[in-house]
């Protein structure tokens, strides 16, 4: 079975920094996509930055210029880097990736259990 693990959350004071790593394993084929989530209580989940195999990524307007997504395919592993943090960025992150298990014939997506993010004010 295909799974994401998450880690590096934390508990920042607000203007800090924090990043996380996520690593894809099991069965992979091919990893289309990977990305990041986040969930705050009372919110739904929203698209904090996502990263293709070809290197091509996109982020939300609100994270642009402050967090920087990676990745290291050879690794599976997808990076967010998170400077000026905000008390707004308080939320559980989650990692994503849309993944074809090996002899496989769709992409499909699965989701880590994500990281707790806490910025102090």
């Known amino acids: 079975q295909v799974q994401l693990v998450e880690s590096g959350g934390g508990l920042v004071q607000a203007g800090g920094s924090l990043r996380l790593s996520c690593a894809a394993s099991g069965s992979i084929f091919s990893i289309n996509v990977m990305g990041w989530y986040r969930q705050a209580p009372g919110n739904k989940r929203e698209l904090v930055a996502t990263?293709?195999?070809?290197?091509?990524?996109n982020y939300a307007d609100s994270m642009e210029g402050r967090f920087t997504i990676s990745r290291e395919n050879a690794k599976n592993t997808v990076y967010l880097q998170m400077s000026s943090l905000k008390p707004e960025d308080t939320a559980v992150y989650y990692c994503?990736?849309?993944?074809?298990?090996?002899?496989?014939?769709?992409?499909?997506?699965?989701w880590g259990q994500g990281t707790q993010v806490t910025v102090s004010s």
């Open positions: 990263i293709t195999s070809g290197g091509i990524t």
């Open positions: 994503y990736a849309v993944i074809m298990a090996y002899r496989g014939s769709l992409y499909l997506s699965y």
